[in-house]
């Protein structure tokens, strides 16, 4: 990440792209070798694999050309990504958790109030959509980032509440790779469209907390088997 951080700035460029695919091929990487590890090729585990994937495709969209059709390919890349993750988490809940009902009403009204909450952060920082239709593509992608972050922390409360051994671990994982990764797409949505693009220090804070969030998410396939 040092390399690929140094490399990026102050454009991008084919070196970039190159250590930004090996960061990639890292997460990919580390979700495979957990899977071996633990000998875990459960449903969760396959699923979590499968959202890694897309997550290597958006980050190649997003930096391989300055393009809206290759931005376009990456956003949605990443969207049916989260969407994945979620699908991971919903369906290795009631697994570890049998009482627990799919639709909880505390857990909408958290998801619509921080939704809420980061589209009025996003017009007090002077944060401006354009087209519209940008705007609303983004608050979409809030409801399912957003969404992401409660079911990972459903999922791994769920799982320490089972008395596993290392089911603290597991919880941490889960609940701070997805808020990493709340906080990498928050701030990469500043970088885009909040006249932030020369601000290094926080594209730096964007590219550490994407990988360290979906290092942990992959490294969560070492202990749910579900």
Not at 47 to 60: E, H, L, Q, T, V
Not at 183 to 194: N, Q, V, W
Request: hydrophobic letters at 55%; a positive charge; aromatic letters at 16%.
């Amino acid at each position: 990440m040092p390399w690929y951080l140094k490399a990026l700035w102050p454009e991008k460029c084919r070196k970039s792209l190159i250590l930004k695919m090996v960061c990639a091929t890292g997460f990919v990487g580390i979700g495979a070798v957990s899977m071996h590890i633990a000998g875990n090729f459960s449903q969760f585990a396959i699923i979590m694999f499968i959202g890694a994937i897309f997550g290597w495709i958006g980050d190649y969209f997003l930096h391989a050309k300055p393009t809206n059709v290759y931005f376009a390919t990456g956003f949605v890349s990443f969207l049916i990504g989260h969407v994945v993750y979620i699908v991971a988490f919903v369906k290795a809940t009631p697994r570890l958790n049998p009482g627990y009902k799919m639709f909880n009403l505390t857990e909408v009204l958290i998801i619509i109030g921080v939704v809420i909450f980061l589209l009025a952060l996003s017009k007090l920082i002077k944060v401006k959509f354009a087209p519209k239709i940008v705007g609303y593509a983004i608050a979409v992608y809030l409801l399912v980032i957003n969404t992401m972050l409660v079911r990972a922390t459903v999922l791994g409360w769920s799982y320490y509440k089972t008395g596993a051994e290392h089911g603290f671990i597991a919880f941490l994982l889960l609940t701070c790779g997805a808020v990493f990764f709340l906080l990498s797409d928050a701030t990469l949505g500043i970088l885009s469209f909040g006249g932030q693009k020369k601000n290094y220090p926080l594209k730096i804070f964007n590219i550490l907390t994407y990988f360290w969030g979906q290092v942990m998410l992959a490294s969560s396939i070492l202990f749910i088997n579900a």
